[in-house]
C-alpha cells in the first residue's frame, strides 16, 4: 500500500512540473547574453517599436555595463507610459505645448474655455498629445514630424473613419464632406463637435461631442513632404481630399489670439491666419 502512494505521489509531481512548464515556459536558467537564444531587445528597442513603431533585431552583442543608465536610456515607467493594452496603439503625437483658450473677439486674450465667446474644442481645451512638447512653426516641415513607419499606415475602418496605425489617431475618411462647407475657425469648432453617426458617410456609431478639430501636430502628422498636392502618403485611403488648407485647434499665440494655424494639403505647410479665414475641416477622434 505504501508503495502506491508512493508512486501516485510521483506521477502527481510530474504532472504538476509538466503544467508549471505550460505557464510558466521554459524553466532552465536562460543562456548568457551572448549566447544563442540568450539575445534579448533593449529597452531604448522596445521604446522605440512602442513610439515610433520602429523595427529592431535582438542584440547579438553584450557590454557589461560600467554604470548605471545613461540619459538615452529608457525606464520600464517610460516604457509602461506609451504602452497599451492588448489590441490598442500606442499615441504617437506631441504635445503643442498650449493649454490655455482664447476669446473669438475683441477684447483678445485669454479664457475659459466653453464661456460666453471662447469657443469649446480649442487645442487648449483638449491638450491632446504625448510629452514632450513639441511647439507649432510655420513652414513645410512645422514643428512636429511624421517618425518612420515600417507597417501598413491606415486602415481603412468600412465605417467611414479610417485609423492611422502610426499615431493611433482615427480620421473621417471623407475629407471634404459637404456638411462642414468652408468655415471660419469658429464655426469649425462647433460643426465639428456635432459630428455624429448617420452624417459624412459615418456609420461607426459616433455621436455628437466624440469628434473635434485635431491639433496642429495631429494635422500635420498626415503630411508626406515626398508628395505633394495632396502631399499625403502614397496609397493613402482617404476621399474627397483637396490640395487647400485645413484648420487647426490650435491658435498661434506667439502673434495674437486672433490668428491661428492651418495646414495646406497641397505643399504640407503649416501657415496661421486669421480666424475669420475659412478654410476646410477634417475632424478627428482618439489621442491622448
Known sequence: MRNKYILVGIVVGVLLASVAVVLA??????????????????????YDRLVAGTAATKMTTFTEPSSGPGATARTLDEIMAVAKPPGALAPRVNKTGQTEC???????????????????????????????????????????????WTGVRFTDNGDGTVTDNLTALIWLKDASCSDFGHPNLVTA?????????????????SSAGNWRLPNVNELHSLIDLTQSNPALPSGHPFDGILGAGYWSSTTDNSWIPAVAWYVNLSTGSVVSASKSNTYYVWPVRGGQ
Do not use: R
Request: hydrophobic share 25%; proline share 8%; charged share 10%.
Open 25 to 46: 515556459g521554459q524553466i532552465d536558467s536562460p543562456a548568457a547574453p551572448t549566447a544563442t537564444g540568450g539575445q534579448m531587445y533593449t529597452l531604448e528597442q522596445i
Open 102 to 148: 482664447y476669446k473669438s473677439a475683441l477684447p483678445w486674450g485669454t479664457c475659459t474655455c466653453g464661456d460666453t465667446d471662447c469657443p469649446s474644442g480649442q487645442d487648449g481645451e483638449y491638450e491632446m498629445g504625448i510629452d514632450p512638447v513639441i511647439a507649432p512653426s510655420s513652414g513645410t516641415t512645422g514643428g512636429y514630424n511624421t517618425p518612420a
Open 189 to 205: 469648432y462647433s460643426a465639428v463637435n456635432a459630428l455624429a453617426n448617420g452624417t459624412c458617410g459615418l456609420s461607426d456609431g
